[in-house]
């Protein structure tokens, strides 16, 4: 069983286009995140949810928003895709501050 | 607020050769420290963590790391490397009051026969 899984691993779209992320993760962790690895290998962290709060980082564009149906599950919704959102995206889950669990990663390229 | 420097982007290394990848953070409160291996096309694999106690940490694959509060850094070690740790290494620091991982930029291992 795969802890943390993401799907689709790849997705290729137009400009302008909307779409969706979905994670879930199996291990009952309180929290969940979503990263960003951009081309440079640096990783910078978008949302933390943990079912009461949604941490947003100031600098993520509203174009994207976490969507939570269930503790186990957080999805990423992209609105109106830029070349800039090429990227890999990286869900995780931990109990606590004690270390993430990261998913396979999801490799987003906007042409 | 935290933040990590890996003070090498990139280290080249013979197979069996000894490595140091260098790792300092900065913080105003106390702090967890992470190792975290990601291989060509793959997710984060967790090598080690600091949480308390003995300040010389043992993870995966024959890494270790060392905790010095005092010049605040992580140093991950390895006393002989192999071909498949071929990889980037990235160090991680969260504030023990709340979870966000804050990392580093990473540093590419390069193992060459």
């Known amino acids: 069983d795969t802890a943390v899984s993401q799907t689709p691993k790849y997705l290729v779209t137009q400009m302008g286009n909307d779409k969706s992320i979905k994670c879930e993760q199996n291990l009952g962790h309180d929290t969940m995140y979503w990263y960003k690895q951009d081309s440079k290998k640096f990783l910078k962290i978008m949302f933390s949810?943990?079912?009461?709060?949604?941490?947003i980082n100031e600098t993520v564009p509203n174009r994207f928003s976490p969507k939570s149906p269930d503790k186990a599950h957080l999805n990423l919704h992209i609105n109106s895709l830029e070349l800039g959102d090429s990227a890999v995206y990286f869900c995780?889950?931990?109990?606590?501050?004690?270390?993430?669990?990261f998913g396979s990663g999801t490799r987003l390229t906007v042409v | 607020a935290q933040s990590v420097t890996q003070l090498d982007s990139q280290v080249p290394v013979f197979e069996e050769a000894p490595v140091e990848l260098r790792c300092n953070y900065s913080s105003s409160v106390s702090v967890y420290l992470f190792w975290y291996v990601q291989y060509p096309n793959q997710g984060l694999q967790l090598l080690l963590k600091?949480?308390?106690?003995?300040?010389l940490v043992k993870g995966i694959n024959g890494f270790e790391a060392e905790f010095n509060k005092s010049q605040t850094s992580f140093h991950l070690r390895k006393p002989s490397v192999h071909i498949s740790d071929t990889a980037e290494y990235f160090c991680a620091v969260s504030e023990r009051s709340q979870g966000n991982l804050i990392f580093g930029k990473g540093t590419k291992l390069s193992v060459k026969p």
């Open positions: 600091y949480l308390s106690g003995s300040t």
């Open positions: 949810y943990n079912n009461k709060e949604l941490i």
């Open positions: 995780a889950s931990s109990p606590s501050s004690l270390g993430y669990t």
